[in-house]
Nanobody, 112 residues
Framework: QVQLVESGGGLVQPGGSLRLSCAAS????????MGWYRQAPGKQREMVAV???????IYADSVKGRFTISRDNAKKTLYLQMNSLKPEDTAVYYC??????WGQGIQVTVSS
């Protein structure tokens, strides 16, 4: 069984930064793609960034140039560095490994 646990969320002012982490436990092949999604109140869950097993990372247009996804396969950990945060980035952020499940989600609130 695979567990994904997010951390690093919280309240930050506009223009600030946060770094999310997602620790995976269990048997996950290191070649799997991993990704971050988010869901704001009243909206559908949307892709934020995906880091594939091979090839280039993929970002939503709304976060390009501000967010950076990375992974440490040895630690089975996925990261999302979020800079220049905006109020519209406020959402619950979820990490996922396709085919293995989702984390429980973590709140990110951008507000002055």
């Amino acid at each position: 069984q695979v567990q994904l646990v997010e951390s690093g969320g919280g309240l930050v002012q506009p223009g600030g930064s946060l770094r999310l982490s997602c620790a995976a436990s269990g048997s996950i092949p290191s070649i799997n793609a991993m990704g971050w999604y988010r869901q704001a109140p009243g909206k559908q869950r949307e892709m934020v960034a995906v880091i594939p097993s091979v090839g280039n990372t993929i970002y939503a247009d709304s976060v390009k140039g501000r967010f950076t996804i990375s992974r440490d396969n040895a630690k089975k950990t996925l990261y999302l560095q979020m800079n220049s945060l905006k109020p519209e980035d406020t959402a619950v952020y979820y990490c996922t490994v396709p085919g293995y499940g989702w984390g429980q989600g973590i709140q990110v609130t951008v507000s002055s």
